[in-house]
């Protein structure tokens, strides 16, 4: 069997069988919607603070989105025995993983540019260095996707995956940067902050948007990078130690 061949029929599958539902695509759109507008009203800045709001109204988009679908959709696969049979394809793990967690990559950037769609007709988005915007936008949605997997392969039932997934959600919306800058939490949150995969894509959001970042791209970039190899390979040795042996 060629290998794009597994990678790409594992892809279709799982793109039809969850990703595009019609309540998931809907979900897909209605949540980075609504999130964007509570932001909106809720900061009275006018149409002037969209850029300042857009990192922050992406940023959990993709977060939410992919570890909500990934880890739902595999802890699922696991308990129906299905994803057994897709253990026994001639296809190495890693491969395999990478076609199950690439809908929910997908799912993930197209989730960070409805509101980027919205901006767009309220204001100019020509100040954009989309060049640094658009690879920190996949970059979240990969570590978040990781995170989704990781998620996954620690728990044995549906709403448990839901649960831990909040265990790491919310602290990140929280103390990446998005609500409140870094410099100005308590100073034993901060070194918290920084071992957060969202941190550093965050920063990198600012900066493509409006350039508030604190730290260069490629930093930002590079650690957001090994949290994605980090993720990845916890979650195959978890795998590997839980699912197969």
Not at 117 to 138: E, H, K, N
Not at 217 to 234: E, K, P, Q, R, Y
Request: charged share 10%.
């Amino acid at each position: 069997m060629k290998l794009w061949i597994a990678f790409w029929n594992i892809l279709v599958k799982d793109m039809r069988t969850y990703y595009l539902k019609p309540p998931n695509v809907s979900w897909g759109l209605i949540f980075p919607f609504a999130w964007t507008g509570m932001f909106f009203i809720k900061s009275g800045s006018g149409l002037e603070g969209i850029m300042t709001l857009l990192p922050g109204v992406a940023a959990p988009s993709i977060l939410f989105g992919t570890t909500s679908m990934l880890s739902v959709t595999v802890t699922f696969e696991k308990k129906n025995r299905s994803f057994e049979r897709l253990l026994l394809a001639p296809i190495p793990l890693e491969l395999l993983m990478l076609a199950k967690t690439s809908g929910a990559i997908l799912f993930g950037v197209v989730n960070a540019f409805v509101p980027v769609a919205m901006a767009a007709f309220l204001t100019d988005l020509s100040r954009v260095s989309w060049g640094v915007f658009i690879p920190a936008v996949f970059m979240i949605a990969v570590a978040s996707t990781f995170l989704g997997l990781f998620i996954a392969v620690s728990v044995s039932e549906v709403f448990e995956a839901q649960t831990f997934s909040n265990f790491f959600r919310f602290p990140m919306v929280f103390l990446c940067g998005l609500f409140f800058p870094i410099e100005k939490l308590p100073v034993f949150l901060k070194p918290l902050s920084y071992v957060l995969p969202l941190t550093y894509g965050v920063d990198v959001l600012h900066g493509a948007v409006h350039g508030g970042h604190s730290m260069p791209f490629t930093l930002d970039l590079s650690l957001l990078g090994a949290f994605c190899v980090g993720l990845f390979l916890i979650s195959l040795a978890n795998i590997r130690r839980k699912w197969i042996t």
